[in-house]
């Protein structure tokens, strides 16, 4: 579908139909997600899927009413890591000297230029800068799943503490960041026939 096309024929669904994504459309999504640009390339968060209708349940309870997050075929979370620091800077310079056959110790400087930048950072400053990754993540998954036809709700309307508690996130150090209920659109869903609005080109666009 062409570009502009899809991201017409994609908006935030507020009720979606029992019809669940098929498996290898699933997993095509998550890639897309995977291979989102992030700052350094150090992806400082995780994506959960999540389809248990108990588990769903659960967190509907801390989701401001909205429903959909039962009521979808896939529940997406996006969290980010609350442990900001030298590990992931490692683990990321490991994958790297691994697919670039580059050795450790030429990747030193790069290593320490990022750690230092971690270490004047305040813990807020970290967790704002791994919340803004995933929001990246986020993007590049509701513009990709528009392209695949899959039907999305990007939400920030939850309690991020509620949904931290149900899912174990303090334990894996993460905390949520976002979320996004994914399916296919209800026929009678009313936002489908909804005007887009947004700026104006001029509004938006500044040309210098
Ligand atoms: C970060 C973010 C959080 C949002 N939170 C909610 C939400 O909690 N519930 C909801 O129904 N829509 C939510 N939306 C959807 C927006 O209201 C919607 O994208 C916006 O009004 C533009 O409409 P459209 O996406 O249908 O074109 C959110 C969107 C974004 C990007």
């Given at each position: 579908m062409n570009i502009i096309k899809a991201l017409n024929w994609r908006y935030a669904v507020r009720q979606f139909s029992d019809e669940a994504i098929d498996e290898y459309q699933l997993q095509e999504l998550l890639n897309a997600a995977r291979l989102s640009a992030s700052s350094y390339g150090l992806q400082p968060y995780q994506l959960l899927v999540v389809q248990s209708a108990d588990i769903r349940q659960k967190l509907l309870a801390h989701s401001?009413?909205?429903?959909k997050v039962a009521h979808c075929s896939h529940l997406l979370i996006l969290a980010a890591r609350?442990?900001?620091?030298?590990d992931i800077v490692n683990h990321y310079m490991q994958k790297l000297s691994t697919a670039r056959e580059i050795p450790l110790t030429d990747l030193q400087g790069f290593s320490d230029h990022i750690k230092e930048g971690f270490e004047i950072m305040s813990e807020q400053q970290k967790q704002d800068w791994a919340h803004q990754q995933a929001y990246i993540a986020l993007g590049n998954l509701l513009t990709c799943a528009a392209i695949m036809q899959i039907d999305t709700c990007p939400m920030a309307g939850f309690e991020a503490k509620g949904y931290d508690k149900v899912l174990g996130l303090a334990e894996k150090s993460l905390t949520t960041t976002v979320i996004c209920p994914i399916g296919k659109r209800h026929p009678?869903?009313?936002?489908?026939?909804m005007q887009k609005v947004r700026l104006n080109h001029d509004e938006m666009v500044i040309r210098l």
């Amino acid at each position: 579908m062409n570009i502009i096309k899809a991201l017409n024929w994609r908006y935030a669904v507020r009720q979606f139909s029992d019809e669940a994504i098929d498996e290898y459309q699933l997993q095509e999504l998550l890639n897309a997600a995977r291979l989102s640009a992030s700052s350094y390339g150090l992806q400082p968060y995780q994506l959960l899927v999540v389809q248990s209708a108990d588990i769903r349940q659960k967190l509907l309870a801390h989701s401001m009413g909205q429903d959909k997050v039962a009521h979808c075929s896939h529940l997406l979370i996006l969290a980010a890591r609350t442990n900001i620091g030298d590990d992931i800077v490692n683990h990321y310079m490991q994958k790297l000297s691994t697919a670039r056959e580059i050795p450790l110790t030429d990747l030193q400087g790069f290593s320490d230029h990022i750690k230092e930048g971690f270490e004047i950072m305040s813990e807020q400053q970290k967790q704002d800068w791994a919340h803004q990754q995933a929001y990246i993540a986020l993007g590049n998954l509701l513009t990709c799943a528009a392209i695949m036809q899959i039907d999305t709700c990007p939400m920030a309307g939850f309690e991020a503490k509620g949904y931290d508690k149900v899912l174990g996130l303090a334990e894996k150090s993460l905390t949520t960041t976002v979320i996004c209920p994914i399916g296919k659109r209800h026929p009678n869903d009313s936002s489908a026939y909804m005007q887009k609005v947004r700026l104006n080109h001029d509004e938006m666009v500044i040309r210098l």
